[in-house]
């Protein structure tokens, strides 16, 4: 199911149809090096933009964490970026940020996908070493 919809989300963007925070990841492959293309949300949080993980084992986690930059797409507008993991530590606060500002679906996603315990502030918090951050810079 997610995959069908990551296909038109996708589909939507490259048509130049932007809705909602969702943008474009595309990053090569850290195997084959191809391009790779994840519709992504980009959230806008204190001190930046940020892009979080809602699913475990994402391959789009592991591709950036090998890439220098990536081309975040909104619409018919790109950009090349870099995206920084944010440390442990410091994603506690991001994410209780995220759980206070975002849909209450955004939480429940975590724990549905098995990233946390309960869909409140500080159990999403708790579960920070499980669910990467990246914060979004200009490459």
Do not use: C, H
Not at 55 to 63: E, L
Not at 67 to 91: I, K, M, N
Not at 111 to 128: E, F, Q, R, S
Not at 134 to 139: A, E, I, K, Y
Request: charge should be positive; hydrophobic fraction near 45%.
């Amino acid at each position: 199911m997610v995959n069908r919809i990551n296909k038109i989300i996708t589909g939507l963007q490259r048509i130049g149809i932007a809705f909602g925070p969702m943008e474009l990841l595309t990053v090569p492959g850290r195997r084959t090096g191809r391009p790779r293309t994840f519709p992504i949300a980009v959230i806008p949080l204190t001190g930046g933009r940020y892009i979080m993980q809602a699913f475990p084992n994402a391959a789009w986690v592991a591709n950036v964490r090998a890439a220098d930059t990536v081309t975040l797409t909104r619409g018919r507008r790109s950009r090349t970026v870099r995206l920084v993991e944010v440390p442990v530590e410091e994603r506690r606060p991001l994410l209780r940020e995220v759980v206070a500002s975002q849909p209450a679906s955004a939480a429940q996603r975590l724990v549905t996908n098995g990233l946390a315990a309960a869909p409140t502030p500080d159990a999403v918090a708790a579960a920070a070493d499980r669910i990467a951050v990246f914060r979004v810079q200009p490459s």
